[in-house]
Nanobody, 115 residues
Framework: QVQLVESGGGLVQPGGSLRLSCAAN????????MNWYRQAPGEEREFVAG???????TYPDSVKGRFTISRDNTKNTVYLQMNSLKPEDTAVYYC?????????WGRGTQVTVSS
């Protein structure tokens, strides 16, 4: 059974930083496309970062230069480093894994950017 467990969310002031973690069980992150998505209240779920098995990363313009996805294969964990946070980054952040034709989601972690 595949499980993705996010952690690291919380309340941070504008301009601050957070690092989210996604611990994977039942799936090898090095062989999967690992992604982070977010969903704000009343909004569609939005892609924020992705990493392919070869290490290639992708970001939308809204977070490029501020967010960084990385992974630790020894811990089977993916990270999302978020810097220069803005109030519009407030959302529930979800970890996503895609391998072959299967797709898996974590339950999410809340990030709130507010003064």
């Amino acid at each position: 059974q595949v499980q993705l467990v996010e952690s690291g969310g919380g309340l941070v002031q504008p301009g601050g930083s957070l690092r989210l973690s996604c611990a994977a069980n039942g799936i090898g992150i090095r062989n999967s496309v690992m992604n982070w998505y977010r969903q704000a209240p009343g909004e569609e779920r939005e892609f924020v970062a992705g990493m392919h098995p070869d290490g290639t990363t992708t970001y939308p313009d809204s977070v490029k230069g501020r967010f960084t996805i990385s992974r630790d294969n020894t811990k089977n964990t993916v990270y999302l480093q978020m810097n220069s946070l803005k109030p519009e980054d407030t959302a529930v952040y979800y970890c996503n894994a895609k391998m072959l034709l299967q797709e898996y989601w974590g339950r999410g972690t809340q990030v709130t950017v507010s003064s």
